[in-house]
């Protein structure tokens, strides 16, 4: 399995998490989720790629895409933004849940 193949399972998760939050009536503020998540994926690119030079962390050439930023392949920035998408969208669900009550 490529991890574009494991990546699409969690983010088509996120997707419908993220749907079901946008459509709720307390939607996340998507402007500041946005914001948030450009920050982390500076991070994400800043550390990935210490991280893999350091040689602390390597990936299968045959299981990624072959797109990289930097030494960073591509795939690696799915888990940054599920992360981003996914806890305020959580986050909004449960709130509203527990205001109901």
Do not use: K
Not at 15 to 30: F, K, N, Q, T
Not at 64 to 75: D, H, N, Y
């Amino acid at each position: 399995m490529t991890y574009w193949a494991l990546n699409s399972i969690f983010l088509s998760v996120v997707l419908v998490v993220g749907i079901v939050a946008l459509l709720s009536r307390r939607a996340p503020h998507w402007l500041a989720v946005s914001i948030a998540l450009g920050i982390l994926l500076v991070f994400t690119a800043i550390f990935d790629n210490v991280l893999i030079g350091l040689g602390f962390v390597g990936y299968s050439r045959a299981l990624i895409s072959g797109v990289f930023v930097g030494r960073a392949p591509l795939e690696d920035f799915a888990y940054t933004v599920a992360a981003a998408v996914l806890l305020p969208s959580v986050w909004t669900l449960l709130s509203r849940r527990r205001d109901r009550a």
